[in-house]
């Protein structure tokens, strides 16, 4: 298996380090650099992939074929596009606070990588494992707030304004619901690390069956914290135009869209992980059980998203405080009185 | 009610939703020209409070076409296919609009095949239409998909209507004293076959959207008007209909042979955008009804009355109108015994239902104010025409 | 209750949206791939208006300038001289398709069929005033005609536009060719 290959590598060149007296810091800093290469790599492969697909998938709930011309099924479509905007002129508006405008993308998109320190791929096949895990990832996905407020904000455009000032509402008030909803899960597993809370569904069943209302909250409010819709309020496009990205175009919206689908593909990975037992699962190879969970939750979030209208944004708070919380809450007291009986 | 004033507009709003809120600054926002869900050019200037609308000023003219000053110099038969491009969603009921004005005035008689053939045109023309509306609104509401089905749909009847008039949009096929084109068995055929299955697609469309919740939320209660706002404001359509007025010209002043078909007259009482949703949605259904009763029964005979070969309209004053997919549109004319009109005034629906815009849309959210475009079905060619 | 039964009606709503979408994600697709594949149009479907001729090639059109003035644009340009047998002859027709609406009404008025709509619609040029069509042009159009006139219109042969532009093209070159003696094939196109 490639994992024991990796591993034996890897104690190999250690072994090379520690008879050649060479400091063990290189090595960790190599490792380090190879593994966000990897996740890099990874994340740009599936987003280029997520957008192919969400385009076929849009296309054929829509009876049309979606991109064809573009190699064998229009698969390169989206590296063309990626090129397309990447030659693009760069347009930083006259009003905008330049380096708020430039950073925002980045501020953006620098979390939605960071997430995949933690998810485990596969058996051992993890960056790091934190033991916080699932607080980790709760303070990651916090950073989207001020991303969206930098680029609305610098953008000096009142739709861009709106869009801003919505999805700051909108990302804190699912923030909530969301991280109760994982405690649920933490509270069954007992621990935040991620791979313990998979040896636990290992040990019992899928969280999903032990979970179920969880799952619907979770899932739920990590649509809105994605910005999907029915919850795609800060872009709204026949709202405002384009939201917080009126202004961006070429590369910089390019890195917007790409966080929105590394956040979507970072959602599903989670929901896998916490409530489908990640990649563990008969027959197949671990982290093809991982990348199955994981396109199906892709699938059902576009499945989503081509079917339903975009929800008001009081509602969206009402959903949120009034129903996804409450309901949340239960969950985690029901599932805290059992766990302790 | 006389002529309103700005400021009485303002004082006789229903009870506006949320103005118990605590106010904060207020924004100016110019919604369009350019802006995804205007449908077209319409620019509304929005004073917001937050996301609430406490002020809308609709500014319209970006697409004047000088339609009303164009007809002065042309003659009538040469007016026609301008009448196409004011409302260009429904060019059928336009044409109506001004033939039947032109032939009251002349006292031409029509055929009876050529009245089967516009009544069927127009109610073509109602589905098509509406099928649209229906998927501009779902795309105002943010849902992608209905749009598409809804011009899977109306592509057919395009076809329809390019196999017989020879265009899809623009048809230029009603004639002074008839038709241009006769219709033949086998497009009779087609056409049944469509509304055969048609049916099931305004089910799906239901399933899809009609009886989603998000849709019930997003609609139900926004945008109210009143009967008497409604009929003060001089609207007409589905506009009128949704708050309980079965005011219907089609049955008011029946014209072609609308006096002969069986139908209902969609209505509903709430006034609000869920209620114009579903006279639409009623008003498909019932047009299907009356085609399928006009295809049965096309009466053989010529296409073509007997019109002057020059039209001249006597010297006088008339008005015709003819109720439209989105109201009545009434054709005023005014002639000196020309060949062309003295005067020609276009009476469109969208535009006086623009008026009607800050009621329905004060106190509501940003988003309810795309939901209110689109329910009032806004097409701007018309308004500005 | 209420909530409960409110949150029930919500998801067998949202359920029935995600069925349809279901259903339709698996029929088959209805987009007509166009520039491969295209719809036959109807006969009658309005296109270019074109000038016809009779079997020997010879133009029906007699010059008498009632499409030219019935034209609710006022797009067509006829001039003509009077022959030595006093009969009309047509030296220019031309159609500027850049403002032609196809309205149709120039093949209705003439009384001698000799206009009529023909199904090509692809005008795309380069430069506008390409776009005006000449007699010839238009006559060369007309002489592929397919089909009896139907509701004033003619089918063509398909691709015939692209064969007169293509001709526009060489003529001009011709015609530029003994003036600049290198003849350039891009420069030449413009009038
Ligand atoms: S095309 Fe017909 S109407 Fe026009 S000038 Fe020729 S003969 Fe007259
Ligand atoms: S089709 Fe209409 S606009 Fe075009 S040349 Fe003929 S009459 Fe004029």
């Known amino acids: 298996m490639l994992v024991d290959w990796v591993a034996s590598l890897y104690q190999s060149v250690q072994a090379t380090f520690v008879a050649h007296g060479w400091p063990l810091w290189v090595l960790a800093v190599l490792t380090a650099v190879l593994k966000v290469a990897g996740v890099l790599v990874w994340i740009l492969l599936n987003v280029l992939f997520l957008i192919w697909l969400e385009r076929k998938i849009s296309g054929h709930v829509q009876n049309r074929p979606g991109p064809v011309y573009t190699g064998r099924f229009g698969l390169l479509q989206t590296l063309a596009d990626a090129l397309k905007v990447l030659l693009k002129e760069d347009v930083i508006p006259a009003g905008a606070d330049r380096w708020v405008f430039v950073l925002a993308p980045l501020v953006a998109f620098v979390p939605s990588v960071m997430i995949w320190v933690v998810i485990p791929f596969s058996r051992g096949v993890q960056a790091q494992d934190l033991n916080i895990g699932i607080l980790y990832v709760a303070a990651l996905a916090s950073f989207t707030v001020p991303s969206l407020l930098m680029a609305g904000w610098s953008s000096d455009n009142k739709w861009s304004l709106m869009g801003a000032l919505r999805s700051a509402a909108q990302l804190i008030s699912y923030e909530v619901p969301l991280i109760l909803a994982e405690l649920g899960v933490v509270v069954l597993a007992g621990s935040l690390r991620l791979s313990d809370i998979i040896a636990a569904q290992q040990r019992s069943v899928w969280f999903l069956f032990l979970q179920p209302v969880g799952f619907v909250v979770y899932f739920i409010a990590a649509l809105a914290e994605s910005n999907r819709t029915p919850f795609d309020l800060p872009e709204a496009e026949s709202e405002l135009v384009a939201g917080f990205n009126t202004e961006y175009s070429g590369f910089r919206w390019s890195i917007f869209f790409l966080t929105e689908y590394a956040n979507l593909l970072g959602m599903a990975s989670l929901a896998a992980t916490l409530f489908l037992g990640g990649w563990s699962g008969p027959f197949l190879p671990p982290f093809v059980w991982f990348v199955i969970k994981t396109y199906f939750f892709v699938f059902l979030a576009m499945w989503i998203r081509w079917t339903l209208p975009r929800i008001r944004v009081d509602q969206l708070m009402d959903l949120g405080w009034k129903f996804l919380l409450p309901v949340a809450l239960v969950n985690l007291v029901v599932t805290g009185v059992f766990v302790v009986l | 009610m006389a002529l309103d004033t700005h400021s009485e507009r303002r004082t006789e709003t229903l009870e506006i939703p949320g103005s118990d809120l605590p106010r904060t600054e207020e924004m100016m926002v110019n919604m369009g020209p350019q802006h995804p869900s205007t449908h077209g050019v319409l620019r509304a200037v929005l004073t917001l409070d937050g996301e609430r609308i406490v002020d809308v000023d609709s500014d319209v003219g970006y697409l004047h076409r000088c339609f009303e000053k164009i007809c002065e110099q042309q003659n009538y038969p040469q007016i026609i296919p301008y009448t196409d491009r004011t409302d260009y969603l429904a060019g059928m009921t336009n044409e109506l609009a001004l033939v039947l004005t032109v032939e009251k005035a002349i006292g031409l008689e029509v055929p009876r095949r050529a009245q089967y053939i516009r009544t069927i045109m127009a109610e073509l023309q109602r589905i098509h239409s509406h099928l649209i509306w229906f998927g501009t609104f779902a795309l105002d509401m943010g849902a992608t998909t209905p749009f598409l089905y809804s011009f899977r749909e109306r592509e057919t009847i395009s076809d329809f209507f390019e196999e017989i008039t020879g265009a899809r949009m623009m048809y230029n096929y009603m004639r002074y004293g008839g038709v241009r084109n006769d219709i033949t068995s086998e497009w009779v055929k087609k056409v049944q076959a469509f509304l055969k299955r048609f049916p099931e697609n305004l089910q799906e469309y239901d399933d899809l959207f009609t009886g989603n919740p998000i849709v019930h939320a997003r609609t139900q209660g926004i945008g109210k008007i009143s009967a008497e706002q409604a009929i003060a404001y001089g609207a007409s359509g589905p506009v009128l209909r949704a708050t309980g007025v079965p005011y219907d010209i089609r049955r008011a002043d029946p014209y072609l042979v609308y006096d002969e078909l069986q139908f209902d007259i969609a209505t509903a009482s709430e006034g609000d955008v869920w209620a114009r949703y579903q006279v639409r949605m009623q008003e498909m259904r019932q047009s299907v009804r009356m085609l399928e009763q006009l295809l049965a029964g096309v009466p053989e005979g010529e296409i073509m009355g007997k019109a002057p070969r020059i039209i001249k309209v006597p010297a006088g004053h008339y008005y015709g109108h003819v109720d439209s997919p989105r109201g009545e549109v009434g054709c005023y004319l005014v002639s000196t015994g020309e060949r062309t009109p003295y005067r020609l005034h276009w009476r469109s629906p969208c535009f006086v239902h623009l008026q009607l815009l800050p009621l329905m849309a004060k106190g509501h959210l940003m988003a309810d104010m795309v939901a209110i475009i689109g329910s009032i079905d806004i097409v701007m060619g018309e308004v500005d025409r | ?191």
Request: glycine letters at 8%; a negative charge.
């Open chain 3, 1 to 191: 209750m209420g909530v409960l039964k409110n949150v029930v009606n919500s998801v067998v709503g949202i359920a029935k949206g995600h069925k349809v979408t279901l259903k339709e994600m698996l029929r088959p697709t209805v987009t007509v791939m166009y520039p491969q594949e295209r719809l036959d149009l109807p006969v009658g479907s309005r296109g270019i208006p074109v000038l016809l001729s009779d079997e020997q090639g010879n133009l029906l059109c007699t010059s008498c300038g009632v499409c030219e003035r019935e034209c609710p644009v006022q797009v067509i340009h006829i001039v003509s001289h009077r022959g030595e047998d006093k009969r009309k002859v047509l030296d220019e027709f031309d159609i500027d398709m850049s403002r032609c609406m196809f309205c149709g009404i120039c093949a209705e008025v003439c009384a001698f069929g000799a206009i009529a709509m023909s199904d090509q619609y692809e005008l795309d040029d380069f430069e506008q005033g390409d776009l005006i069509y000449h007699k010839d042009q238009l006559a060369a159009i007309g002489r592929t005609q397919r089909t009896p006139i139907t509701n004033y219109g003619i089918k063509t042969e398909v691709g015939v536009l692209d064969q007169v532009r293509a001709g526009r093209a060489s003529a001009a070159q011709t015609a530029a060719a003994p003036a600049t003696s290198t003849p350039s094939s891009e420069g030449s196109r413009s009038e």
